[in-house]
């Protein structure tokens, strides 16, 4: 249960305590200030019996908590019994049982609790006018029970933004899920659902999408379905009523070919973006006021959701740059180790060695000879010293254990996650969404790949720089299912592709080669990268050129079965 759960139940407990010591307080009051049928002691009796029952019953749940109610009106009829129930001191005791019912203390409140409370004060008052029935009673009974409605909604309300906060709390303080707001939003979702006597105040979200608009481009954020491409029938129509108006009804979106209404759009601005939520209801209700409330209380929800959202989105963009330092640093161990290969291959023995055994050879003169040669022996240990240090240097440095640009640790994620990851990394380059295509059928995507997320973002990244580099105006990603494998197929057209046709050949077919000692001498350090980040993960990989003058570049990543261990 969580930390506001329990205060909440904590206080109604001692509440209920408090409330039975005033209940025998006033009663007393009431006995003192009235003519009374029975002998002081007999209502002594029936305190002490009262409060013994009580005990017995204090802190119990269920239908003991109902009896522990129906014991308070029994009390209360011996109290009053054979008085005149009109005056303020007996009207009073007769109504402190409504007044206190906002704060049951039972840990699982029956449904039946509030009408059996109604009920039992009617029949009290009926009793004690010794079975007249009256009007006005029940006129004064529904009064308290509209008042009692208020408080119960009021209850109701801070419970669901306790509630709401807590659940934030747990995922981003607690348990750090980063980057998972699905789980959130489906949490979020539930405690919605989670009340349905207050269906006639709040709409019941079937589901609930988030987008952002930045720059005149949308993104998804999350979503509590998941799905791959989504339709506005109107966009340009839904852009301009969304940034006027804080709230519409019955945008005409479709998620996956299926429609999303009803709903309601909210619209939660932030510092420099745009959210709005898509929230998918039953039904749209004819009553505004209904309207009303759902959009306010859950615009308050969704407010507290967006706060969460830009510090994810700061730590993404610190992530990014970190990322980006990182890359760096590869950039120049990438450069360390082409140096060592270019020395490693013409590193013979030193030039002045060399030099001077040339010169010494083609003296003539004796004298001159035999002083090459004792400077020759000096050079030829200076050599021999100095050759060993930077052999064993050279070799240290292109061992794969001492070099970073080693990928050392996989994981599970499944394929909604990597298609997420596709999608935010396209998003975040500035490509349309409308350029991302998927099919892959509902039991592929149960499936998992493994591999290294920082190096598989590393290489998206590369990939989509690339892309925007050298493509013209043409440019898409299509995921498809194939077999056992999921294949991204990255294409785009190339500026200038006829007068750079020699260089695309050449970049294609060292891409294409297994030597990769040959790329990494031949080609830029993105494409050693890449295809050093695809050869360690194990990733299948080609580069084309189709008929019609564009470039095709295909991954092919193997799945398996979910492991149920998997956590992403």
Same mark, same amino acid.
Request: aromatic share 14%; charged share 25%; net charge positive.
């Given at each position: 249960?969580?930390?506001?759960?329990?205060?909440?139940?904590?206080?109604?407990?001692?509440?209920?305590?408090?409330?039975?010591?005033?209940?025998?307080?006033?009663?007393?009051?009431?006995?003192?200030?009235?003519?009374?049928?029975?002998?002081?002691?007999? @209502?002594?009796?029936?305190?002490?019996?009262?409060?013994?029952?009580?005990?017995?019953?204090?802190?119990?749940?269920?239908?003991?908590?109902?009896?522990?109610?129906?014991?308070?009106?029994?009390?209360?009829?011996?109290?009053?019994?054979?008085?005149?129930?009109?005056?303020?001191?007996?009207?009073?005791?007769?109504?402190?049982?409504?007044?206190?019912?906002?704060?049951?203390?039972?840990?699982?409140?029956?449904?039946?609790?509030?009408?059996?409370?109604?009920?039992?004060?009617?029949?009290?008052?009926?009793?004690?006018?010794?079975?007249?029935?009256?009007?006005?009673?029940?006129?004064?009974?529904?009064?308290?029970?509209?008042?009692?409605?208020?408080?119960?909604?009021?209850?109701?309300?801070?419970?669901?933004?306790?509630?709401?906060?807590?659940?934030?709390?747990?995922?981003?303080?607690?348990?750090?899920?980063?980057?998972?707001?699905?789980?959130?939003?489906?949490?979020?979702?539930?405690?919605?659902?989670?009340?349905?006597?207050?269906?006639?105040?709040?709409?019941?979200?079937?589901?609930?999408?988030?987008?952002?608009?930045?720059?005149?481009?949308?993104?998804?954020?999350?979503?509590?379905?998941?799905?791959?491409?989504?339709?506005?029938?109107?966009?340009?129509?839904?852009?301009?009523?969304?940034?006027?108006?804080?709230?519409?009804?019955?945008?005409?979106?479709?998620?996956?070919?299926?429609?999303?209404?009803?709903?309601?759009?909210?619209?939660?601005?932030?510092?420099?973006?745009?959210?709005?939520?898509?929230?998918?209801?039953?039904?749209?209700?004819?009553?505004?006021?209904?309207?009303?409330?759902?959009?306010?209380?859950?615009?308050?929800?969704?407010?507290?959701?967006?706060?969460?959202?830009?510090?994810?989105?700061?730590?993404?963009?610190?992530?990014?740059?970190?990322?980006?330092?990182?890359?760096?640093?590869?950039?120049?161990?990438?450069?360390?180790?082409?140096?060592?290969?270019?020395?490693?291959?013409?590193?013979?023995?030193?030039?002045?060695?060399?030099?001077?055994?040339?010169?010494?050879?083609?003296?003539?003169?004796?004298?001159?000879?035999?002083?090459?040669?004792?400077?020759?022996?000096?050079?030829?240990?200076?050599?021999?010293?100095?050759?060993?240090?930077?052999?064993?240097?050279?070799?240290?440095?292109?061992?794969?254990?001492?070099?970073?640009?080693?990928?050392?640790?996989?994981?599970?994620?499944?394929?909604?996650?990597?298609?997420?990851?596709?999608?935010?990394?396209?998003?975040?380059?500035?490509?349309?969404?409308?350029?991302?295509?998927?099919?892959?059928?509902?039991?592929?995507?149960?499936?998992?790949?493994?591999?290294?997320?920082?190096?598989?973002?590393?290489?998206?990244?590369?990939?989509?720089?690339?892309?925007?580099?050298?493509?013209?105006?043409?440019?898409?990603?299509?995921?498809?299912?194939?077999?056992?494998?999921?294949?991204?197929?990255?294409?785009?057209?190339?500026?200038?592709?006829?007068?750079?046709?020699?260089?695309?050949?050449?970049?294609?077919?060292?891409?294409?080669?297994?030597?990769?000692?040959?790329?990494?001498?031949?080609?830029? @350090?993105?494409?050693?990268?890449?295809?050093?980040?695809?050869?360690?993960?194990?990733?299948?990989?080609?580069?084309?050129?189709?008929?019609?003058?564009?470039?095709?570049?295909?991954?092919?990543?193997?799945?398996?079965?979910?492991?149920?261990?998997?956590?992403?």
């Amino acid at each position: 249960m969580m930390l506001y759960q329990n205060f909440d139940l904590l206080l109604r407990k001692i509440i209920s305590l408090f409330y039975r010591v005033l209940l025998v307080a006033f009663s007393a009051s009431v006995l003192i200030r009235n003519p009374n049928v029975f002998e002081w002691y007999i @209502y002594a009796g029936i305190i002490a019996i009262y409060l013994i029952i009580f005990g017995l019953l204090y802190n119990k749940d269920g239908f003991l908590s109902l009896l522990r109610l129906f014991v308070d009106f029994v009390f209360i009829y011996f109290i009053l019994f054979k008085k005149d129930i009109n005056n303020f001191h007996s009207i009073t005791l007769i109504f402190l049982p409504l007044i206190n019912s906002v704060n049951h203390s039972s840990n699982t409140r029956s449904k039946l609790s509030p009408f059996v409370l109604y009920i039992l004060t009617f029949l009290l008052i009926f009793l004690l006018r010794e079975l007249k029935f009256v009007w006005g009673d029940l006129v004064a009974l529904f009064a308290i029970w509209i008042v009692n409605i208020f408080l119960y909604t009021r209850h109701y309300l801070v419970r669901i933004f306790n509630t709401i906060d807590e659940i934030i709390n747990g995922f981003y303080m607690e348990k750090i899920e980063i980057g998972k707001q699905y789980r959130l939003l489906r949490s979020v979702r539930d405690v919605l659902n989670s009340n349905k006597k207050f269906f006639f105040l709040l709409h019941r979200p079937i589901d609930i999408t988030i987008f952002a608009f930045r720059e005149g481009k949308f993104s998804v954020i999350s979503s509590t379905n998941f799905f791959v491409k989504y339709k506005f029938d109107d966009e340009r129509s839904f852009v301009k009523e969304i940034t006027k108006k804080n709230r519409l009804r019955n945008v005409r979106l479709s998620l996956d070919d299926g429609p999303t209404f009803p709903n309601i759009v909210l619209r939660v601005p932030s510092e420099d973006m745009i959210y709005f939520y898509v929230v998918s209801i039953f039904e749209i209700s004819e009553l505004n006021l209904k309207d009303y409330a759902s959009s306010r209380i859950y615009a308050q929800v969704f407010q507290k959701i967006t706060n969460v959202l830009q510090i994810e989105r700061s730590i993404a963009i610190e992530k990014k740059e970190y990322l980006h330092g990182i890359k760096m640093k590869m950039v120049f161990v990438d450069s360390t180790i082409k140096s060592i290969h270019f020395l490693n291959n013409r590193l013979t023995p030193i030039s002045n060695y060399f030099d001077l055994l040339k010169l010494s050879e083609a003296e003539t003169d004796q004298e001159k000879r035999q002083r090459l040669e004792t400077l020759l022996e000096i050079e030829k240990r200076n050599a021999m010293n100095s050759i060993d240090p930077i052999i064993f240097r050279m070799r240290t440095q292109l061992e794969k254990a001492n070099n970073p640009y080693i990928i050392s640790s996989i994981e599970r994620i499944g394929i909604q996650k990597l298609y997420s990851m596709v999608r935010k990394c396209w998003e975040d380059s500035n490509l349309l969404h409308q350029d991302i295509s998927m099919r892959c059928s509902k039991s592929f995507l149960a499936r998992e790949v493994v591999l290294n997320v920082e190096s598989f973002e590393f290489l998206l990244d590369e990939i989509l720089n690339n892309i925007i580099k050298h493509a013209n105006r043409f440019h898409k990603v299509e995921i498809i299912e194939e077999n056992d494998f999921i294949c991204f197929r990255f294409i785009n057209d190339i500026k200038d592709f006829n007068k750079n046709i020699d260089w695309l050949n050449k970049i294609i077919t060292y891409f294409n080669s297994d030597e990769i000692n040959e790329i990494i001498k031949k080609t830029s @350090y993105g494409l050693s990268f890449m295809k050093e980040s695809l050869k360690q993960m194990n990733i299948f990989h080609e580069m084309s050129i189709t008929e019609d003058k564009k470039v095709i570049l295909l991954l092919k990543i193997n799945t398996e079965n979910k492991n149920e261990a998997s956590i992403v």
